[in-house]
């Protein structure tokens, strides 16, 4: 890996909870003195009504480093929602980024002069579930930010391997067009 971190992309998929708890995160990580850290200040300051862009937090007043600004990939409508998506999610997101730190994915070092942006996706699903697990949506979050920002910062999937798998890979909601399921 080059020392300087010009911006990198990655995301990841996981699944395999109760219904609405899977994650989708996408990540763009990048140095703040450049293209990056335009990016991110420009959507943390040019707020948009239903796509609230926040920082990820552990808890009130503790935020992450590499700084981290979560985007909802959904329209937050209700209350319920929103206080999933920036309670439990929020705070999976902030763990998941220490994670990849933890794991040496992003370089300690450089934890002050990255920026992460986290296209979130949280199923609208979660706010009508009387009983969510909220461990469970947690956990699945927290891996699938760690694994996002993973693939992120190792190139991967590598271009070889799209290469030589593409013709083998057909995508899930494709596919169940082409069974008539959708």
């Known amino acids: ?16 909870g109760p219904p609405g708890t899977a994650a989708e995160p996408e990540v763009i990580i990048g140095e703040m003195d450049g293209p990056m850290g335009t990016a991110f200040g420009t959507l943390l300051g040019d707020q948009v009504k239903g796509h609230s862009r926040v920082l990820a937090i552990l ?7 590499p700084a981290t600004i979560m985007v909802s990939k959904v329209t937050v409508k209700n209350e319920r929602y929103t206080n999933i998506l920036m309670g439990t999610v929020q705070a999976a997101i902030a763990n ?5 730190v933890r794991n040496g994915d992003i370089p300690k070092e450089k934890a002050n002069d990255l920026g992460i942006i986290v296209s979130v996706w949280l199923n ?15 956990d699945i979050h927290r891996k699938a930010t760690a694994n ?19 013709d083998k890979i057909v995508h899930k909601y494709f596919q169940m067009g082409l069974d008539g399921k959708i």
């Open 1 to 16: 890996m080059s020392d300087k971190i010009f911006m990198r992309v990655g995301e990841a998929l996981v699944a395999g």
């Open 96 to 100: 998941g980024v220490l994670d990849a």
């Open 59 to 65: 808890n009130t007043d503790i935020m992450v480093r």
């Open 148 to 166: 996002a920002i993973h693939k992120a910062m190792s190139n991967k999937p590598d271009i070889d391997w799209l290469l030589e798998n593409q």
């Open 124 to 138: 609208p699903i979660v706010a009508e579930q009387d009983d969510l697990d909220h461990k469970i949506l947690f």
